[in-house]
C-alpha cells in the first residue's frame, strides 16, 4: 500500500514538471513569436502565380519584402545556398535588395526554383519553408516563410514506352514563294551592276569599257605620267604637255585645230560647249608660250593641263 502512495506520487510530481517545462516552452514561443511580430514590419510574401501544371525544368520565383529597425541586419550567409536541392527542388538564384532609410531598412528577397525530377505520375510538391534570421538589437528576429505547394504535371504519364507512341514525326514547313523576291533581287543586282559601270565610264582613266580610250582620254593618262616624273620640270615637258592637249584636239577635229576654229569645233562637238572658256584660255597660253622668254612654273602648268584634260575627258564620254 505505501508502494502504491509513493508511486502515485512519484507520477504527480513527474506529470507537474512536465506541464510547468511544456507551459514554460508555450510562453517562450509566444514570446518569441511576439518580438517577430514586433520586429518585423510589412512581412509580403509572394509565391508563383500558378500552383498547377508545372513541368520539369520550369523556374518557379518566390519573393519576399519586409522592414526592419535598422539596428538589425539580414547578412547573405543567413539565405539559404545557391544551388541547394530540396525533394527535386532545386535553388538556381538568390539576390537580396536592401534599402535603407533614417529609421527602417527595407529587404527584398528573391529566390528562383527549378525542378529538376521527371515523376512519371502527376504528383504534389513544395516549396521549401524559410526561417530566415536576422541579427543585431536586443532580439534575433527570425523571418518565418510557409512552405508553398504545387502540383507538377509530368510530360508524358508512364514511361519511355509511351514515351515514344506519343512522338510524331515533324511537318515539313510550307514552302514560300520566292520568285517575287529572286526577281526584284536580279533587278537590283543588274542595277547595281549599271551603277558600278557608270561609275568606271565617268572616272576610270583605264580602257575598260567602250569609248573609254578617247583623245582626250589618252591624253590624260599621258599628263598624269609625265607630271609623276622628277619635281624640278623644264619647259621641254612643258611643251610636251601642250603636244598631248592639242593632238586630242586635233583628234576630235580631224585637221590641226586653231584658235580661231574655236567655234567651228564647239558646232561639230557640243558636248565640249560647256568648256568653251577654257578651251580659249588653252589656246591663248599655247600661243604665247611659243614665244615667252621669262622662266616659268612648268610643273604647275603641267598640273593645270592634268585638270584640263580631265574635264575634257569628261566631255568626251557625255559625263
Request: glycine share 4%; proline share 4%.
Amino acid at each position: 500500500m505505501k508502494k502504491q502512495t509513493i508511486s502515485t506520487v512519484i507520477y504527480a510530481v513527474y506529470l507537474s514538471a512536465a506541464l510547468i517545462l511544456s507551459a514554460s516552452i508555450n510562453v517562450a514561443q509566444a514570446a518569441v513569436a511576439s518580438k517577430n511580430e514586433t520586429a518585423i514590419k510589412n512581412l509580403s510574401i509572394t509565391n508563383p502565380t500558378d500552383n498547377y501544371s508545372v513541368k520539369v525544368g520550369d523556374q518557379l520565383t518566390r519573393t519576399i519584402s519586409f522592414s526592419v529597425a535598422t539596428s538589425h541586419t539580414l547578412t547573405k550567409s543567413a539565405l539559404p545556398k545557391k544551388m541547394s536541392e530540396f525533394k527535386g527542388i532545386e535553388l538556381v538564384d538568390v539576390t537580396m535588395d536592401e534599402v535603407v532609410n533614417d529609421q527602417t531598412k527595407n529587404y527584398k528577397l528573391t529566390f528562383v526554383y527549378q525542378v529538376f525530377v521527371n515523376p512519371g505520375v502527376p504528383s504534389a510538391m513544395q516549396l521549401p519553408k524559410l526561417a530566415i534570421a536576422l541579427t543585431g538589437g536586443e532580439t534575433s528576429p527570425v523571418v518565418s516563410v510557409p512552405s508553398w505547394s504545387f502540383w507538377f504535371a509530368p510530360l508524358v504519364v508512364g514511361n519511355n514506352n509511351n514515351a515514344m507512341k506519343a512522338m510524331q514525326s515533324d511537318i515539313r514547313p510550307p514552302l514560300l514563294d520566292a520568285d517575287t523576291h529572286q526577281n526584284r533581287f536580279i533587278g537590283l543586282l543588274a542595277l547595281a551592276g549599271l551603277s558600278l559601270l557608270a561609275l568606271l565610264y565617268m572616272n576610270a582613266d583605264g580602257r575598260w569599257l567602250p569609248f573609254m580610250g578617247g583623245a582626250f582620254a589618252q591624253a590624260h593618262r599621258q599628263l598624269k605620267k609625265l607630271a609623276k616624273g622628277a619635281q624640278t620640270k623644264t619647259q621641254k615637258e612643258e611643251k610636251q604637255a601642250l603636244v598631248y592637249v592639242h593632238q586630242a584636239f586635233n583628234s576630235h577635229y580631224g585637221a590641226n585645230i586653231f584658235a580661231r576654229d574655236i567655234d567651228h569645233f564647239i558646232t561639230i562637238r557640243p558636248t565640249f560647249a560647256k568648256m568653251k572658256a577654257e578651251i580659249t584660255d588653252f589656246f591663248d597660253y599655247s600661243n604665247k608660250s611659243l614665244y615667252a622668254t621669262e622662266p616659268k612654273d612648268s610643273a604647275q602648268i603641267i598640273q593645270n593641263l592634268v585638270h584640263l584634260s580631265k574635264a575634257l575627258r569628261d566631255c568626251e564620254r557625255g559625263v
